[in-house]
């Protein structure tokens, strides 16, 4: 959540105004991306580079951006594990990058992509604090050294 700092905590300093910002500015390069594949798609047309390889991109570009969306979704909700094949999909979600836009742009008409999660660990975090917090009994190194037996 580079976008939003810690302003998702309280909703405060502009957080409404980035998220909308965030999803047109989402939104706003998934088309353009999706014109520039098409661009991509024409120029293959002209190359006259035949139908299988044609159909093959068009394929490879949905797959990609469906995985990629599905990986970034999830990402919204839970930590990947350590040893997760989350490294082994960069390239995959490079190309699929569309997706990927699309999910942000979803995510933020809700929520700040993420935010639920910190939110979650930010809550466990602060829980864990009191509780460590209140079991300490004043200034330690005012105590009195223990009595030996």
């Not at 139908?51 to 949905?62: D, E, H, R």
């Not at 995985?67 to 082994?88: G, H, L, N, Q, Y």
């Not at 999909?89 to 700040?112: D, H, N, P, T, V």
């Not at 975090?125 to 009195?144: E, I, L, M, V, Y």
């Amino acid at each position: 959540m580079p976008f939003f700092g810690t302003t998702w905590v309280n909703h405060d300093g502009g957080y409404a105004l980035r998220r909308v910002g965030l999803a047109i500015g989402s939104l706003a390069t998934a088309i353009a991306a999706a014109v520039l594949l098409r661009l991509s798609y024409e120029g293959l047309e002209i190359g006259n580079v035949g139908p299988f390889l044609s159909i093959s991109v068009v394929i490879l570009f949905a797959i990609a951006s469906s995985i990629a969306f599905v990986k970034t979704w999830e990402s919204f909700s839970r930590r990947p594990a350590p040893s997760s094949d989350e490294a082994a999909l960069k390239g995959l979600k490079m190309i699929g990058f569309i997706g990927s836009l699309i999910a942000y742009f979803l995510r933020c008409l809700g929520e700040a992509p993420g935010e639920k999660l910190r939110r979650a660990e930010y809550e466990r975090a602060k829980a864990d604090f009191a509780r460590r917090r209140s079991t300490r009994t004043g200034n330690p190194a005012a105590r009195r050294p223990k009595r030996k037996k």
